[in-house]
């Protein structure tokens, strides 16, 4: 049995007897006005983290989530496109996609603005999108990618960014470890199915998305997740896995690399009014700014030497430079 059989096996299950300790979310419920959300979506969101976030849903944006899990987050989507068809929902497993039109039938009941037709289920693979080239604003995936092998996950990526618009975003949450891990835990097919042993760390992460040409990468959030130990799993160490928030952008690539946002800032606090490097990036006096990792080398470079440039906080909310 391949790793891909023992994931859709898994969720097959999952899809049949919600199972509310299969992924350990830290995000709470959205509350927003007029969203309810059935209890049986909320038992079967399986995902590390959310990819709603309002910012990126404004205009009714075209979108596609792959790996429907109960619905939870195709409801939320929805909320931003009340139109037939406006969110794609995709899955390979026919148990989560019958479970997933279930729970939108009471989400019907608990949300007069909510219709089924908002979401179009669709049966389909990640590494094989039936979806049309540049025809979706948002598309996303929650806890799906770190379950892929590397031939996969480039696939995978390969097509995210295929079907999406220019500028247009593919948003994650997905577990990242930044330790070593054996081969007896990587290779456990069961292990990676479950969200956990296929981690990679975030340098790996970030560089599968530049490599498919993603010029913009985003690091939204950064939070604790699992722990394998040495009594339940196959390892000698503890080993702490966090999960990631990160939006990956279909920005043209610049000449000298990508944009890479991990929540650094810059702040000048020189004698002038202002700083300018003539590269694009104007420091106003003692106000912070957010910066890419490429322009705060090039800053820390500069012949200025009045300027502060904070560590990555992992946590960025848009604006600044880069």
């Known amino acids: 049995m391949s790793y891909l059989e023992t994931t859709h096996n898994v ?179 069961r292990l990676r199915a479950l969200c956990l042993s296929g981690s990679l760390s975030i340098v790996e992460y970030v560089k599968a998305l530049t490599d498919a040409g993603f010029g913009t990468i985003e690091i939204r959030a950064r939070k604790p997740y699992r722990i394998l130990d040495p009594k339940n799993y196959p390892t000698s160490e503890i080993i702490y896995i966090e999960s990631i928030e990160v939006a990956a952008i279909k920005d043209p690539m610049p000449a000298d690399g990508p944009c890479v946002f991990t929540g650094k800032a810059a702040i000048y606090y020189g004698n002038e009014d202002y700083f300018d490097d003539g590269a694009g990036h104007v420091l106003l006096k003692n106000q912070p700014l957010a910066i890419c990792d490429k322009t705060a080398e090039k800053l820390q470079l500069s012949s200025n030497n009045d300027i502060f440039i904070s560590k990555s906080t992992y946590h960025y909310d848009g604006g600044g430079c880069c």
């Open 11 to 189: 969720y097959k299950e999952a899809a049949l007897t919600p199972d509310i300790g299969l992924c350990c979310t830290t995000n709470p419920v959205w509350e927003l006005p007029g969203l309810k959300i059935p209890k049986i979506m909320q038992e079967m969101n399986y995902g590390c983290g959310s990819t709603v976030h309002a910012r990126d849903l404004t205009n009714n944006p075209k979108m596609l989530y792959v790996g429907v899990g109960g619905g939870m987050e195709l409801l939320q989507f929805s909320y931003f496109n009340r139109q037939k068809g406006g969110v794609i929902g995709l899955d390979v497993v026919d148990e989560m996609l019958e479970a997933s039109r279930k729970n939108f039938m009471e989400a019907e009941q608990m949300n007069p603005w909510f219709k089924s037709e908002f979401v179009d289920l669709l049966k389909g693979d990640a590494m094989n999108l039936p979806v049309k080239d540049n025809s979706i604003d948002v598309a996303a995936q929650n806890c799906l990618f770190n379950i892929f092998k590397s031939d996969d996950l480039k696939k995978a990526i390969s097509e995210m960014y295929r079907v999406l618009k220019p500028h247009g975003k593919l948003v994650m949450s997905d577990p990242t470890c930044e330790q070593p891990m054996n081969d007896e835990l990587r290779n456990d097919e």
